[in-house]
């Protein structure tokens, strides 16, 4: 049975290769399970877009290789099969002790550069962003992003991202060891736009002021246009959960506004324009 009292789905040519599989956890784009060793996890999509042998491929190109054992169609499935990695989402109280070693996580990942960054994706985010949001007060939000945009302060070389640098995408061991999952959305980016999503997806577990003085000690310096260029990909980011809520999960958008909104704010107040 599923944890939610389902009967668990059959996968007679994945086990009969790696055991009987357990429901672990779901999420809204995939399931994952367990081998009866505990040793291997297998991550089943819920789409057919090849999503297992991106994410194959995006964590070997992050250095991950040794934990893919193998992308899989089977059983009418696809799925990544995986080392099982012993440990849990990142909470409030891990987060002090895990920064040490995200910093050098994203310090390797982001240390090739690439091409300039693709900005017009980022303008017409900024577009729907305004048409959807024109009801709520947030010009200033905006423009911490559209006046270094229009000054050419964000274009700069992209470097290889996770993009979706949330809690429950970071686990740690008890031994304090940190993995980075759920590779899905990795793409070549701003490095800074990484560092604004871990800020507002995890480090925000945090205090405001504790929450910013952990994202700035990721930057590669804290010269004034490097601080720019962050507040700019802040406000760009809580803009974005602005935007997610109320085209995803509408019920939620009023509750989500006012702390959204007080970090941003935050931010804005402390980072220079």
């Known amino acids: 049975m599923t944890p939610g009292g389902l009967p668990s789905p059959r996968f007679p040519v994945l086990e009969a290769r790696l055991g009987p599989l357990t429901p ?26 090849g999503d297992h042998r991106l994410e194959a491929q995006n964590m070997r190109r992050a250095g991950l290789g040794e934990w893919v054992l193998g992308a899989v169609e089977a059983d009418g499935v696809e799925a990544l099969v995986m080392r099982r990695f012993t440990g849990h989402s990142l909470t409030a109280a891990d987060v002090p002790a895990a920064l040490p070693r995200l910093r050098e996580i994203l310090a390797e990942l982001h240390r090739e550069r690439g091409e300039p960054v ?16 024109a009801a709520y007060p947030l010009d ?12 050419g302060l964000l274009d700069r070389p992209s470097a290889f991202c996770h993009l979706d640098l949330w809690q429950d995408n970071i686990m ?3 031994d304090g060891e940190v993995l980075v999952i759920d590779w899905t959305k990795a793409a070549w980016d701003d490095p800074l736009r990484d560092i ?17 003085g952990a ?7 804290q010269s004034h246009t490097t601080l720019t260029c ?32 007080s970090r941003a704010r935050h931010v804005l107040a402390r980072l220079p324009g």
């Open 24 to 49: 672990m956890d779901q999420g809204m784009q995939s399931r994952v399970y367990a081998t009866p060793d505990g040793e291997v996890v297998v991550k089943v999509y819920r789409n057919q877009q």
């Open 118 to 133: 693709d900005l017009r994706r980022m303008r017409e985010r900024l577009r729907r962003f305004r048409r959807a949001l």
């Open 140 to 151: 200033d939000l905006f423009d911490a992003v559209e006046e270094p945009l229009e000054r």
């Open 172 to 174: 740690i061991a008890p």
């Open 196 to 212: 604004a999503l871990l800020k507002t997806g995890t480090l925000d577990l945090l205090s405001p002021d504790a929450s910013l």
């Open 215 to 221: 994202a700035l000690t990721f930057l590669p310096d």
């Open 230 to 261: 962050l507040r700019a990909y802040l406000a760009h980011t809580y803009l974005h959960d602005l935007y997610w809520f109320l085209m995803n999960e509408p019920y939620e958008f009023d509750g989500q506004r006012g702390p959204k909104l």
